[in-house]
C-alpha cells in the first residue's frame, strides 16, 4: 500500500520568514508532525484522538 501524499502547513503563530517551526499534515485517522528543517528526516504520526488531548494539555498550560 502506498502512503498518502501529505500537505503540510505550518502554525499560523510562526512568521512568514521564520525557518524554525513545526509542520502538521492531517489525514483522516492520525496527524503527522514534522520539524520545518528537516522536512525530509523523521516525523511522528499520532492518532487524531492523541493530537486533541495533547492541545488540550497544551492551551491549558500556556
Known amino acids: 500500500m502506498t502512503a498518502p501524499t501529505l500537505t503540510w502547513f505550518k502554525s499560523s503563530y510562526s512568521g512568514s520568514n521564520e525557518p524554525d517551526c513545526v509542520e502538521v499534515a492531517l489525514t483522516p485517522d492520525?496527524?503527522?508532525?514534522?520539524?520545518?528543517?528537516?522536512?525530509?528526516?523523521?516525523?511522528?504520526?499520532?492518532?487524531?484522538?492523541?493530537?486533541t488531548s495533547f492541545?488540550?494539555?497544551?492551551?491549558d498550560r500556556v
Request: no cysteine.
Open 55 to 59: 492541545l488540550s494539555h497544551a492551551v
Open 30 to 51: 492520525h496527524i503527522h508532525v514534522r520539524d520545518s528543517k528537516t522536512a525530509d528526516g523523521d516525523q511522528l504520526t499520532v492518532s487524531a484522538d492523541t493530537w
